[in-house]
């Protein structure tokens, strides 16, 4: 099946999907790259449905918003993922719960 | 002509002492204090000199002060014969009790400071003289009345002091909010509140209007010059130090309610039953007051009746139509009341600090220069011709008689009783024997030299033509030739008293305890000052303190605003006490309420558009 007969609503499905899973990983996984990683996991769910509309009504807005998507999610990572080692290196740790030393 | 530095350079004084007077020695704080206004003094008469006679008035404007809509006050300055005459005095008497309190202060702590606040006095009084419009006038109305809070309590850590200046405030409160009233109405009426414009104006106003100007601005002098009902402070002012009482409370400020209803003369004129008033109000306070000198023991408090009365006679000549007489008595009275208060200083120093006049007597010979320079003033205070208290006085009560007689009646009767008080306080200080233990000395020429200035001016003064000087200004017409008899039954009067002084307190000092025996009840009324004070505090203090204690402070306050107030802070305590569990610090668990509140949102939407549709 050629990719401009696959439906709108499957596109959206699966970015729905990849999205609930980033979002249960965000909740529910304990360990820091976990999480990070599911954090980009919903970016990526967002993009894919950017890609889709944009696909669908023709318009270059939501590829636009896709790679500013991207820029800001490499910049991300780069600062998360130096945080990360940071906070390693000083705690020995990576489980997030442990992470709550500004509640005071 | 530069009128602003006339003020100015009291001005600078106090700030030079006040500020640095506590680092400098007492002759640094001496240049300061007193060049200052001898400076003024000098730039006064350079002024008047330059102006010649002074016919209509020279005004000056520095810049705008206020403007706002049809509001546009300038602070303009401004001289005319009256101005001239007050600065005269103000500026003249000013210097001579500076120069005598060097000597008075001498030995007193916070030298500097009294300094300092005595050339903020010179500063506000010659604002209030120089002022064009009624609100310059009242910037150093105001001021020259906190410079009288602040020397009355200048003996700050005695709580009768700091009693007596927190009263002089409060009732002057009272004189300023009708004065207050009286420039809203005026600004309403005149839409503006320069002198020139609304004496332009006035004549053409409704009676009515005028009237209720005009007695309003009479509550205002009223509290000022210490007339019947708001007297009461003026006496216990005696508490600042004397040359304070000389030159605040008796030479100057409290003749500012004089010059100010004098200045308002054309609104007065055509408000004739404001005029009645004042005339009533001046000869009833000045009756009233001579009785209650008549049995002081405290030589301060007798010449502070004796000035409540002498400011009452001011009225009677300003209600009577006779401004430029008035104003001559503030002048005369200046001189003679300032010499009066300074050679009481004189004595009070002499006696180191007693004021009681039974511990006097005998003092004659001890002090010779202080007796006789206040029996200049004495005389003059009298109406003895041909010292100046006769003449001003003599103005006034031929005017009086005039216009009403009873009021001359009641006026040559306190005449009687004004030479009466003052003799029996100088026979008391200074004849018989002495009664105290104190060892008199005779005061440094710092302080006679002042003293011997006053008495010449007391003697000679009555010469110096200033009604005839001041027609001009307020538009009076030629004297009539003098009435003789009037002027022979004053001083009648005048010598009657003097003479019963000296048969009562010299010749047969046991006459008078008789005497005062025989009227008992009348005595009593008199020496406790009609109890005015008591049913003041009963009538109206006590009710206004229990009122604020109990209802206010108790009920509208505590319950009512803190009530509010606690309320509000109780209840967001509570609210940030639940709400602060939220901020546990687990990312995880902000996480979720970001899902909730998105989830939340979602559906809020669908539903609002499924309602919609």
Known sequence: MPLNQVPLSWFLILS??????????????????????????????????FIAFSYQNKQVNGHLLAFFVMVVAAAEAAVGLAIILTVFKNRATLNID?????KD | MQLWLIPILPLAGFAINGLFGRRFSKSLVNV?????????????????????????????HYFTWIQSGALNIGCDFAIDRLTAVMLLVVTGVGSLIHIYAIGYMAHEGGYYRFFAYLNLFMFFMLVLVLG???????????????????????????????????KAFIVNRIGDFGFSLAMFLIFVNFKSLDFATVFQAAPGMSEATLTTIGLLLLVGACGKSAQLPLYVWLPDAMAGPTPVSALIHAAT???????????????????????????????????????????????KKVFAYSTVSQLGYMFIGVGSGAFGAGIFHVVTHAFFKALLFLGAGSVIHALAGEQDMRNMGGLRSKIPIT??????????ISGVPPFSGFFSKDAILAAAYEKTPWIYWLGVFTAGLTAFYIFRAMFLTFFGNYRGKA?????????????????????GGGFIPVPEFLREVFHAPPEGPANYTLMGISVAAGLVGIFLAWLMYWFKPSMAESFAERVGIFYKLVYNKYFVDEIYGVAIVRPIVEGSRVLLWKVVDV???DGLANGIATWCRGVGGVLRRIQSGNIRSYATWVLFGSVMLIVAMGLAEGLAR
């Open chain 2, 253 to 299: 400020m409290v003749t500012a309610g004089v010059y100010m209803t004098a200045r308002s003369w054309v609104i007065y004129t055509h408000a004739p039953v404001a005029m009645n008033v004042i005339a009533i109000m001046g000869v009833v306070t000045a009756f009233f007051a001579a009785t209650i000198g008549l049995a002081q023991n405290d030589i």
């Open chain 2, 32 to 60: 300061f204090a007193i060049g200052s206004v001898l400076l003024s003094f000098a730039w006064v008469v350079k002024t008047l000199a330059g102006l010649g006679d002074i016919s209509g008035t020279h005004l000056e």
């Open chain 1, 16 to 49: 729905a999907a990849l999205f609930a899973i980033g979002v249960a990983g965000f909740l529910f996984r304990r360990n820091i790259i976990t999480v990070f990683m599911s954090i980009e996991l919903m970016l990526n769910a967002v993009n894919l449905s």
């Open chain 2, 559 to 561: 319950s009512g605003i």
């Open chain 2, 132 to 166: 064009a419009s009624y609100l310059v006038l009242f910037v150093g109305w105001e001021g020259v009345g906190l410079c009288s809070y602040l020397l009355i309590g200048f003996y700050f850590d005695k709580q009768f002091a700091t009693n007596a200046g927190n």
């Open chain 2, 439 to 459: 060892h008199p000395h005779e005061s440094p020429p710092v302080m006679w030299i002042p003293l011997a200035i006053l008495a010449l001016l007391s003697l």
């Open chain 1, 98 to 102: 442990e992470m709550d030393s500004m």
């Open chain 2, 371 to 380: 007796f006789w320079t206040m029996m200049c003033a004495a005389v003059a």
